[in-house]
């Protein structure tokens, strides 16, 4: 991979998050709402605000507020929360895990059904189980995931008993939020992979392994699939963003201990630093991730060259 292009997207992505904090900073500056008199009460006299406004340094011009902010940012530090009075990075950092446990887990399901369905749906064009799988994944990306979520709370935690309706702990507690937060997903993967190899198995040389009498199995997952993958792994790359980012509805309908949910509270607080912190640590994420996903682009394909 030559260096010029990993200078270049480092540039790129430097600039991305420079871009997301200055979006951030100025949409929570927009939101009506004080967080001084949202600390205080309504009942605060406006000179125990302006104390309180001057010990944050809400009083400074924004573009000061700005440059204080992205100055500590990039030595991490991200201030202290307004609501918790403790340093935000151990504060955000102490959600992560469980915002990466549900990611992985909903990342998991949306690959461990999609794909084969996907597959199925390719190799067994215009039977039922094309059918099936098609209409199912049109189901899993038209339903919110709240509303999936409710349902599943309903089904299997109120009427059947079988499982948890919120909160963190073993196994059994992140069956329900990762399914939900990968409904949405598998439909994704599916349609994706069922078109990936439909392509595919039209050419020439997977024609060639099947009139050779290559063993089905072998011709569908070590010559088609493997060449169907660059657009999947595009996908659950992109997935692994998104799922950190859309796993705030998730977490505030199973109340899951994550960074969503925190992120939910802070926003509701205009606890400012907080919620500064979360996005850029996402955002962060996403560019990583994404960093990833273009090198693992040569590894399944060396004839992909970086310009």
């Known amino acids: 991979m030559p260096v010029r292009y990993i200078v270049r997207r480092s540039l790129h992505s430097l600039l991305l998050l420079l871009g997301v904090s200055l979006v951030v900073f100025l949409l929570l500056h927009v939101v009506p709402g004080d967080p001084a008199t949202v600390l205080l009460g ?13 010990a944050l340094g809400l009083d400074r011009p924004l573009a000061e507020q700005y440059w204080r902010f992205v100055s500590r940012a990039v030595r991490g530090d991200f201030g202290q929360s307004i609501r918790a009075m403790r340093p935000v990075l151990p504060y955000v950092l102490e959600r992560l895990p469980a915002t990466v446990e549900l990611s992985v887990g909903a990342l998991l399901v949306s690959a461990g059904l999609g794909i084969p369905l996907g597959v199925l749906a390719a190799v067994r064009r215009r039977s039922v189980w094309d059918r099936l799988s098609l209409n199912l994944a049109l189901l899993a ?10 349902l599943l709370i309903a089904l299997f935690s109120v ?15 992140l069956v329900l939020p990762s399914l939900t937060l990968a409904i949405f997903f598998v439909g994704l993967v599916v349609r994706l992979t069922r078109s990936g190899m439909l392509e595919v198995l039209s050419q020439d040389y997977v024609r060639t392994a099947w009139a050779k009498g290559m063993p089905e199995r072998r011709v ?3 010559h088609a ?16 963003g998104t799922l950190l980012g859309g796993a705030v509805v998730t977490e505030t309908v199973f109340a899951w201990p994550g960074m969503g949910l925190l992120a939910v509270q802070a926003i509701s607080q205009r606890d400012y630093p907080v919620v500064q912190a979360i996005v850029l640590l996402l ?5 990583a991730i994404n960093w990833l996903v273009d090198v693992s682009y040569t590894l399944l394909d060396p004839r992909i060259q970086h310009a």
């Not at 990306?141 to 709240?146: I, K, R």
Request: zero cysteines; charged letters at 15%; a positive charge.
């Open 42 to 54: 309504e009942q605060a006299t406006p000179e125990r605000v302006a104390e309180i406004r001057r």
């Open 283 to 287: 955002g962060a994420a996403f560019v």
């Open 159 to 173: 009427k059947l008993g079988l499982l948890p309706v919120s909160g963190r702990g073993g196994f059994a507690h």
């Open 141 to 150: 990306q038209s339903a919110p995931n709240f509303w999936v979520g409710l």
């Open 220 to 222: 569908v997952f070590r």
């Open 225 to 240: 699939l493997k060449n169907a993958l660059i657009p999947i792994v595009t996908v659950l790359g992109l997935q692994v």
